[in-house]
T-cell receptor, first 111, second 114 residues
Framework: GNSVTQMEGPVTLSEEAFLTINCTYT??????LFWYVQYPGEGLQLLLK?????DKGSNKGFEATYRKETTSFHLEKGSVQVSDSAVYFC??????????FGKGTRLHILP | ETGVTQSPTHLIKTRGQQVTLRCSSQ?????VSWYQQALGQGPQFIFQ???????GRGNFPPRFSGLQFPNYSSELNVNALELDDSALYLC?????????????FGPGTRLTVL
């Protein structure tokens, strides 16, 4: 079946460090891929998405590239800020629009 | 344009009781999906409603049921509550039930079952 595996947290970095959160997926066909973010006390927000192979999603300095050959969608940011502290979820969806989420990665950014 | 709202924000119930959670979808959206997020886990799909009809269901027992109303708001009902039902319940709305439509999530209802 379809599934998403992402690196376990928590991930702790200093401000301005480079961030990578790994995500790989298993799916039949051609899913769309997403990163959602959940800030403390808030609901999920879509951070970025990519709908086909080699697409790059980007938002707020975050980027992720849909790599079909490695079934990956790793999240990267060149210089993190304290305000980026949150839980990040990698996710996929097929045409039925049900979203399948990974378990989430908690990110702590130290000033 | 109002976003997705959910009520109540917090709820405490005891085993065996029944609970109803409510969701108002974003203006113009006709599809509502419900997810259960246990502590430290990713959200798990419960079911989806499209134009008042159930349009897909995850691996949840029949005591989890739902409704969607003509204004596209929705309810999630859980009967015979169990301790493991304690979780954050998220509602998400979207336009149409096809393709990679972006889903907009509400802040969730935190249910505690004692």
């Amino acid at each position: 079946g379809n599934s998403v595996t992402q690196m376990e947290g928590p991930v702790t970095l200093s401000e301005e460090a480079f961030l990578t959160i790994n995500c790989t997926y298993t799916a039949t066909g051609y899913p769309s891929l997403f990163w959602y973010v959940q800030y403390p006390g808030e609901g999920l927000q879509l951070l970025l998405k990519a709908t086909k192979a080699d697409d790059k999603g980007s938002n707020k300095g975050f980027e992720a590239t849909y790599r079909k050959e490695t079934t990956s969608f790793h999240l990267e940011k060149g210089s993190v800020q304290v305000s980026d502290s949150a839980v990040y979820f990698c996710a996929l969806t097929r045409r039925d629009d049900k979203i399948i989420f990974g378990k989430g990665t908690r990110l702590h950014i130290l000033p | 344009e109002t976003g997705v709202t959910q009520s109540p924000t917090h709820l405490i119930k005891t085993r065996g009781q029944q609970v109803t959670l409510r969701c108002s979808s974003q203006s113009g959206h006709n599809t509502v999906s419900w997810y259960q997020q246990a502590l430290g886990q990713g959200p798990q799909f419960i079911f989806q409603y499209y134009r008042e009809e159930e349009n897909g269901r995850g691996n949840f027992p029949p005591r989890f049921s739902g409704l969607q109303f003509p204004n596209y708001s929705s309810e999630l009902n859980v009967n015979a509550l169990e301790l493991d039902d304690s979780a954050l319940y998220l509602c998400a709305s979207s336009l149409d039930n096809r393709g990679a439509g972006e889903q907009f999530f509400g802040p969730g209802t935190r249910l505690t079952v004692l």
